[in-house]
């Protein structure tokens, strides 16, 4: 399978998590028309950075692997938007890890026995990734936690799917790689997903968790207020 | 003045959804070097994960007063059905415990999903994966980023 196509395959999970969502009965209120009309840009956008119809068309093994990555994904970010509204972010992030924790030792200790003795060769090989990845796993999973408690979870697989455009925008700045037409038509398009689902959503979408936050209640005055009702009539 | 805040706090939370996606995109990179250079990827998500557990752990109070993550802003989500029919067959477990271990263990299955398929798609894929990946390749090119990232 060629990066393209796999690319593509993965940044599906932009279509898939607000479709799963939408079965869900906590998840599916949030979504919007404006929300589908941003996904189908981004898939389209996603599309024309990715190009997969350069590859093969085969479906192998490299391909299952990618929709089991992008269903995990999609599932992922609705679980993450749907705890974080009930219970506290840390608390969660870390069950998370203990689950996916135990998971991987015991799928390791099946698959992989033979990494597990005394000195530990991972350890020894690459204890300087591990940390590195345990510390960035940890920070990423619990920071877009907490920013879930805010967003629909639609809307955070959409703002996931600007990585591709930073991608491409950072090998522009920091290596001088011209752009092709099709990656600058798929930057913008992708990029417009993301700000009119931010911007123009914003408003409209918002959870009612944080609407209790604000201070309504002079609003509500105002509503009873002699001059309001003058202007109702 | 509601309507600004609100909008606010909506973005603040997109804010903190990019930066997590860019600390994702260093997470995959370090995680393609690993699979170069290590046997066994199962293994090493395993370790990582131990590794995160651990430092969530030894970090959760000083990050809960850093992030402002408790649940006072989480007010009323919607009820799903089955789970309140659950819940009250599980009244010994008080609502909260069931909340976190169950949407903390659906978000960990998916957590080991992604891991598992990533790190094995990883391994099959020719070339450089995900566009994501691509980072990774130009990094390496860049020959000042990646001895700061990989050889601190």
Known sequence: MVAGKAAFINSLFVVATPFIASFIP?????????TWFCVALSVIGTYCLSNPMSSSSSFGVGEMYMLGSMLSCAFNIIASDLGSKRVDCIDLTMVEFVVAAVLCTFSSLLMEAHMWYWPFPALQDGISLIVLVGLLESMGYLISTVGQTYSSSARAA????????????????ILKEALTKMEIIGCTLVFMATL??????????VPMEVLEDVECIPILQDVNSDESRRLTF | MSKRMICSKVLIGELYIFISSVIFAFTIIASRQATRNMAGPTTFKAW??????????ILRYPLKSALDSNIGD????EHIEILVSIKKRLSFISEYTFDLFFWG?????ANFG??????YGL????????????IFELILKSNYIYPILFYW
């Not at chain 1, 959409?158 to 700045?173: A, D, F, H, M, P």
């Open chain 1, 196 to 205: 009119i689902s931010s911007s123009v959503e914003a408003a409209d979408e």
């Open chain 2, 105 to 109: 263990t659906i978000s960990g299955l």
């Open chain 2, 74 to 77: 989480n007010k009323e989500p």
């Open chain 1, 26 to 34: 906590g998840a599916s209120h949030k979504i919007t028309l404006t």
């Open chain 2, 123 to 134: 391994l099959t894929v020719e070339g450089s994966l995900v566009l994501l990946l691509i």
């Open chain 1, 158 to 173: 959409l703002i996931y799917s600007l990585e591709s455009v930073n991608t491409v925008l950072l090998g522009y700045i």
């Open chain 2, 114 to 119: 992604i891991a598992i398929f990533f790190q």
């Open chain 2, 48 to 57: 990582t994960h131990i590794f995160s557990t651990l430092l969530l752990f």
